[in-house]
C-alpha cells in the first residue's frame, strides 16, 4: 500500500463546478504539500498545510491530522484549472513522499 | 531569485553515453533534492543533500547513477552509461529548514532526458 493515496485518479467536471480532490497518508508528518503541474510543465507549490485550513483565490486546502487527510478544493473551476494535482507529504524541510496524482480535466 | 535553475532543460542521448544533469538551488536554502518523474511511478526521490552533504541516496537506482553537491550553489546528477529506461524528468528542488510558509519548497523546471 502507497504511504500516500490520493483519490480520484482523473476526474472530468465542467467549468464552474466545485471540485474536490482527496489525499490520505499513512505516516507521520510535519507538512503536507499539494502540488500542480501542468502537461509538460514544472511543479508549482499551491499550499503546504500543518493544520487547519489555508484559501488562495479559488483554491481551498483542508487537513485533519487525527484521520490523515487533506482535501484539495477549486471553487468555480476553470479550464485553465486541468492539471495534474499531488499531494506531498514530509517531515519540515526534508525529502516529500508523493502521491500518484489526480488527473483534472475542466470542459468549457 | 530566479528559482531553482536545471539545465538542460531537454537532453537526447544515445545508450551509453554519459548524461550529466544540473541544478543550481535557490540562495539560502540548505536542502537539495533531485527527483525522478515517469509515467510508471511517478514522483520519486532519487538522492538528496544538506548543507552540501548527501543525506539519503536510498532512492538512487543503481551505480550509474551519482549525484555531487561541490559547493552551495550547484549539484550535478550523472548517469554512466544511459539506458533507454533512464528515460524520465528529472526535477531539482531546494528547501529551506529554517522554515516559514512552505519551507521554500521550490522546484526547478525540470530536464526531460530521453536515451535512445
Known amino acids: 500500500k502507497n504511504e500516500v493515496e490520493q483519490s480520484p485518479q482523473n476526474l472530468t467536471a465542467q467549468e464552474g463546478e466545485f471540485i474536490t480532490i482527496n489525499c490520505s497518508y499513512s505516516?507521520?508528518?510535519?507538512?503536507l504539500h499539494w502540488l500542480q503541474q501542468h502537461p509538460g510543465g514544472g511543479i508549482v507549490s499551491l499550499f503546504m498545510?500543518?493544520?487547519g485550513k489555508k484559501k488562495h483565490g479559488r483554491l481551498i486546502a483542508t487537513i485533519n491530522i487525527q484521520e490523515k487527510h487533506s482535501s484539495l478544493h477549486i471553487t468555480a473551476s476553470h479550464p485553465r484549472d486541468s492539471a495534474v494535482y499531488i499531494c506531498a507529504v514530509g517531515r519540515g524541510a526534508q525529502k516529500l513522499v508523493f502521491g500518484q496524482g489526480t488527473r483534472l480535466t475542466i470542459n468549457p | 531569485d530566479a528559482g531553482v535553475i536545471q539545465s538542460p532543460r531537454h537532453e537526447v542521448t544515445e545508450m551509453g553515453q554519459e548524461v550529466t544533469l544540473r541544478c543550481k538551488p535557490i540562495s539560502g536554502h540548505d536542502y537539495l533534492f533531485w527527483y525522478r518523474q515517469t509515467m510508471m511511478r511517478g514522483l520519486e526521490l532519487l538522492i538528496y543533500?544538506?548543507?552540501?552533504?548527501?543525506?539519503?541516496d536510498s532512492g538512487m537506482p543503481e551505480d550509474r547513477f551519482s549525484a555531487k553537491m561541490p559547493n552551495a550553489s550547484f549539484s550535478t546528477l550523472k548517469i554512466q552509461p544511459s539506458e533507454p529506461r533512464d528515460s524520465a524528468v528529472y526535477f531539482c528542488?531546494?528547501?529551506?529548514?529554517?522554515?516559514?510558509?512552505?519551507?521554500?519548497?521550490?522546484f526547478g523546471s525540470g530536464t526531460r532526458l530521453t536515451v535512445v
Open positions: 498545510l500543518s493544520s
Open positions: 528542488a531546494s528547501s529551506d529548514s529554517a522554515g516559514g510558509q512552505g519551507y521554500g519548497y521550490t
Open positions: 543533500f544538506n548543507n552540501n552533504v548527501p543525506i539519503d
Open positions: 505516516v507521520g508528518i510535519s507538512a
